[in-house]
Nanobody, 129 residues
Framework: QVQLVESGGGLVQAGGSLRLSCVAS????????MGWFRQAPGKEREFVAA????????AYTDSVKGRFMISRDKAKNTAYLQMNTLKPEDTAVYYC??????????????????????WGQGTQVTVSS
C-alpha cells in the first residue's frame, strides 16, 4: 500500500513562495507518475501539475504556468511543488497523488484525477492579499 504525506503548506503573503513536499512510502517511487491537485472551499478539486514516471514530461494548469514547478527526488522518494509569485486565488488544500504508470504510461503526465491511484491527506496553503 502506497502512502503519501504532504508538508510545506502555510500562510504566505501574495507574491511570496512556498515549496510543498510529498513523501512516498510503501511502494516503488521510481515507477510512479506524480501529480498535484488543489481544492478551494466550495470548489471542485482541480489539477495543478504533473510529472511523468520518466521525469521528462510535465503538465501544468494554465493559471500556474511560469509560477509553479513540479519536480522529484527519487533518492528521497519525494515529489515537490515549488510555488512562486503566489496569489490569493492559489489558496486551497493541496494534494499530491501517485499514478502507478506501467511502461506504456512512461511519459504520461496526466491532468485527470481518475488516472491517479493514491492520494495524500492534503496540506493547506493560504495566500493573503
Amino acid at each position: 500500500q502506497v502512502q503519501l504525506v504532504e508538508s510545506g503548506g502555510g500562510l504566505v503573503q501574495a507574491g511570496g513562495s512556498l515549496r510543498l513536499s510529498c513523501v512516498a512510502s510503501g511502494g516503488t517511487f521510481s515507477t510512479y507518475a506524480m501529480g498535484w491537485f488543489r481544492q478551494a472551499p466550495g470548489k471542485e478539486r482541480e489539477f495543478v501539475a504533473a510529472l511523468s514516471r520518466s521525469g521528462t514530461s510535465t503538465a501544468y494548469t494554465d493559471s500556474v504556468k511560469g509560477r509553479f514547478m513540479i519536480s522529484r527526488d527519487k533518492a528521497k522518494n519525494t515529489a515537490y511543488l515549488q510555488m512562486n509569485t503566489l496569489k490569493p486565488e492559489d489558496t486551497a488544500v493541496y494534494y499530491c497523488a501517485a499514478d502507478l504508470a506501467d511502461l506504456d504510461g512512461l511519459f504520461r503526465a496526466s491532468s485527470r484525477w481518475g488516472e491517479y491511484d493514491y492520494w495524500g491527506q492534503g496540506t493547506q496553503v493560504t495566500v493573503s492579499s
